[in-house]
């Protein structure tokens, strides 16, 4: 059975700093794309930073030079650390595996970004 899991969501303030971990068990982990959605309150779900299989990286303009996507596919993980955090990426964040016809959720990790 194929799980993704995140954690490392939490409350911090503006200007902080938090690490995301997405940890993927029951398949081949190389050979999926890994991206991190985000999704506000009342909002759409929306693409933040994604991880080709080969390792390159996008990135939402809203997050560029403050969010990185990394991966370690020894330890079937991917990351998206996160500084100069804003109140505006306070969302319930979802780590996602893609590969042609077939696409996995994580169950999500809130971040909440408040003073």
């Known amino acids: 059975q194929v799980q993704l899991v995140e954690s490392g969501g939490g409350l911090v303030q503006p200007g902080g700093s938090l690490r995301l971990s997405c940890a993927v068990s029951g398949t081949i982990f190389s050979i999926y794309a890994m991206g991190w959605y985000r999704q506000a309150p009342g909002k759409q779900r929306e693409l933040v930073a994604v991880?080709?299989?080969?390792?390159?990286?996008n990135y939402a303009d809203s997050v560029k030079g403050r969010f990185t996507i990394s991966r370690d596919n020894a330890k079937n993980t991917v990351y998206l650390q996160m500084n100069s955090l804003k109140p505006e990426d306070t969302a319930v964040y979802y780590c996602?595996?893609?590969?042609?016809?077939?696409?996995?959720w994580g169950q999500g990790t809130q971040v909440t970004v408040s003073s």
């Open positions: 991880s080709s299989n080969s390792g390159s990286t």
């Open positions: 996602n595996a893609g590969y042609p016809g077939i696409t996995m």
